[in-house]
Every structure is written in C-alpha cells, then in structure tokens.
C-alpha cells in the first residue's frame, strides 16, 4: 500500500536559477525553492504569479525533476494567450520569483518500489512527468523495465529529444511517433499512437504492466480506451488529463 | 470557441489537498448514483464554474462539489456513496 | 422618430443599470463557466415545463410553441460571483411573466431545473414583474450551447449563477429547497448589490 501523501501546505517562494529552452514554445525553469518538502516522480505543483496590484493567477505544472535532483525543474509550453505559460517561458529571467505549492497528486506517481514493468504513454507536453520518471528510475538503478511511448508532432515539438536519447538503457526505451511531420530525414515512427503501437511497444495484458497515460485530455482518453480493449485491467492504468492547452490549471495557459 | 474540456481529478488535487490529511485522489470513490467506482483522480473534474465539481466518469452525475471563499470552504460529497482510504499497513 | 422624454426610464429599469456592484470588474469577452459538459439536446426532443412540488405539469411547450409565444429583446448587466461583469448584454426572450401567466398557484418559490442536472433556486417574485427571462437569442444571434443554448433562464438582478443554463423548467414550490450551488455555499438569494456571494454573507 503505498504511503498517504502529506497535505500540501503554503506556498514557498521560487527563484528562477536558470531556463533552458526545450523547443521553440517550451522552457524548462530551473528553480531554488528553499524548504521543498521533496516529491515523488509524477506529481506536480502550483504556481502562483502575482502582480504589483495584487492580481494573481495560479496554474498547476507536472515536475520535470526527480525526487533528490538538484533543482526544482518545471517545463513548460507557452500558450499565445494563456495568461501564465507566456510569462514563464518569455518574461522570466534568472533571479526572479513566483510562488509555487506542492507536491500535489497521489495518484499519478511511479516509486522504484514497483517491480515494473511500466509503459509510459506521452502526448506533447504530457511527457514532462514521466522524464521525472525516467530520471528517477535512472538515478536509483531500477531494473524494472521502462518503456516511454512519446507522440509529438514534429520533430521540432519534441521536447526532451536528446536526453531521453541519453536515458535509453538496459531497462529503459524510449519510442518516439510524429504525427505530422512532412521532412524526409525523419526515419522514425510516423502516426498516431493506436492499439497496434501500444500493443507492440508494451507488454501483454498478464504480464499486468503498470501503465500511465498523460496529455491531452482527447489523447488520453483514447489511449487508455484502447489499452482497455487491449485487454488491460483499468486499475492498472493511470491517467493524468492536460486541458487542450497543456497545463493542467484552468483552460486557457 | 471550443467546449471546455474536463480536467480529472488530479488537477482537483491541490485544492482538495487543503482540506483532507490524506491524499484523496488515490481514493477510490464509489458514485451515489450509478455505483461506478472510480479513483477520485479518474473523475472528470470542472475547474472554472463558481466552484470545483467532480463528476461521474461513467454518468456524469457530480459526485464532489467544492467551493472556496477567502476564508472558508464548502464540500458536499453527497455524489459519493463510499469513499474508500488506502491505509499504510500498520501493527 | 418619437419625442424622448428627457429623464424618463421605463418602469423595468434594472437596479444599479450602467454602474459596477461591489466586488466586481468589468470584462469585454463573455467568459464560459462550465461545471459539467454541455447538454447535446435535439430540439425535436426538447420542451418547457413549469411543474408543481409533485412533478403534475401546468404548463408545456415544445420548441416550436416556446418560439410562437411573445418575445422581448431587453438589454442588461449581467455580474457573475466570481467578480466579472458584463454591461450592455442584448438578449431575446420570454418573459417568465408570460410562461406564468394563467398559472394558479400559492407556491412562494421556485426551482428552475436544466439538462445535466442543475438547478437554482429562487423566491418566486423574482421570476415576475418583468425581472426574468427564459432567453434563447443573445447579440442578435441564436444563444449558443457553451452559453446555455437552446435556452436559459435570464435573472439579471441577482449574480449570474441564477440565470441557470440549459433550462428545461420551472418547479413552483411552497418551500424553499436550495439548488446545485445554494447548497454548497453560495448564497440562498444573491443579490450583487449587498453583495450577497456566500453564506453568512
């Protein structure tokens, strides 16, 4: 049984140590939060902006860091006219600071504990929770079999393209399908992630992987649709639905 | 514009997170009106109408409602028939 | 072109017309707050009902006599609870004035029930005397379904969560019994103006 996740309780204050642009709308903040109670590989925080006049949005992120990394690491993808995503990936600068709260969410965590083994099925920015689990799992030595199914559009919309290059081991692979790249030096999986895909990257229903879906609410509930008609328990997978824009805060980034 | 999308529970996990000592998306609740059981993460959770509601994946009925004023909140679990709490295993 | 009469306003002025209620700030857009998933409702299938406690229907209409009945075009503001406003708005309706009359009853209150289950309750003579609408045209267009299209109830004196989208009917009742909201917090009647948002308030 896993152990209950204490309450979140205030908000500490982030300082933006360093961004490192993923892809042409997604940054990864790396951030000081003095007093992070540490996370499990999954959940996720909220964080709060607040104006000079007191106005103050707030919208959650999935973490991006593993449990004991360095930094708190959050990625996130800008939305044209979210309110929150284009402050975070084009106004803030190392040395400023925003609020967050966390970790958030029991549910959607994977723990080197479980024997494995594990699909992860990542739509767009869906993927930002499991390169914490893939972290994680590398960084504890886990040899529970991790495989990361990961469709993007284009090429160019993959985050994270070479370090979960870098990641793929013994026990962990990483699949990548592009749903709508054109260019010729894409020699890779074309198309959208179906139940021949699933079926072929993951494991055989009485092997009862552990499977986690995270993106798009339309995405996810497709995926976990045919990995039920697959055969799969429903209890042995988890989801964690984006809204249309990405984030999982209320519509609109 | 688009029909907004329902999040699910996950995203309800930080405000509920504020009320319970436990975390209660890994909850698996059982719906008062078609008896659907269901991990609170699972449900399908509306965030922006004046308060936050959880609903049936299978029938949609609201199971949770949440709403929040500066210094108080409201909660009616009426849509839960059982909520059932994993435990850790203890003496 | 008629003579205007300088300072003459009409006897269905809205309270507080033109000016902002306590708490709130104005928005241009129309902001969609949805607390479950729009109602895909045929209109062949759909109709109108006002109802007594027991469920025994006074009165119907189908889609077809709903639009045949006398409508107004009004122009009001709109504040919802969670502090936006929205002057100006331009609807077309029913009068609840109209639905009601030759309706007999002693009932003091009213529920008004909508398609996916929610309700809102209200004191019955908030419903008349030209202080409510059952509204299906909104900016001179058919109301959408994100905005409660076929039809919504239109109560612009009290916060916006009373104007209860998708509407199906009035319940008449002698009782009071709070609606989806009302009974979780927010407050039984609701009024911008002392701005009645939560219990206790």
Known sequence: MPAPTPAPARWLVATVAETVPETARAVTLRLDVPGWPGHRAGQHLDVRLTAEDGYSAQRSYSIASPPGAERLELTVERIDDGEVSPYLTTVADVGDQFEVRGPIGGWFVWDPADPGPVLLVAGGSGVVPFRAMLRHHAATGSTAAMHLLYSARTRADVIYRRELEELAGPHRAVTLTLTRETGPGWTGRRGRVDADLLAEVGWPPEVQPRCYVCGPTPFVEAVARALVDLGHAPARIRTERFGPTGSAGPTGG | ?91 | MAVVSRGFQGRRRQPGAGLVPPGQYLVDDFPVLSAGPTPEVPLERWDLTVVDESGAVLARWDWEAFLALPAEDVTVDIHCVTRWSKLGTRWRGVSVDTLLDGIDTDAEFAVAFCDGGYTTNLPLTDLLDGRAWVAYGYEGEALEPEHGGPARLLVPHLYFWKSAKWLRGLQLRAEDEPGFWESVGYHNYGDPWREQRYWGD
């Open chain 2, 1 to 91: 514009m688009d029909t907004p999308t329902p999040l699910d529970g996950n995203a309800a996990a930080g405000a509920l997170g504020e009320l319970f000592a436990f975390d209660i998306t890994a909850a698996v609740a059982t719906c008062a009106a078609c008896r659907d059981p269901r991990p609170v993460a699972e449900l399908r959770a509306w965030l922006d109408a004046p308060g936050l509601v959880l609903r049936c994946a299978s029938c949609d009925a609201a199971e949770v409602r949440l709403v929040r004023a500066g210094d108080r909140a409201w909660l009616d679990l009426r849509g839960i028939q059982a909520l059932e709490i994993g435990l850790p295993a203890g003496p």
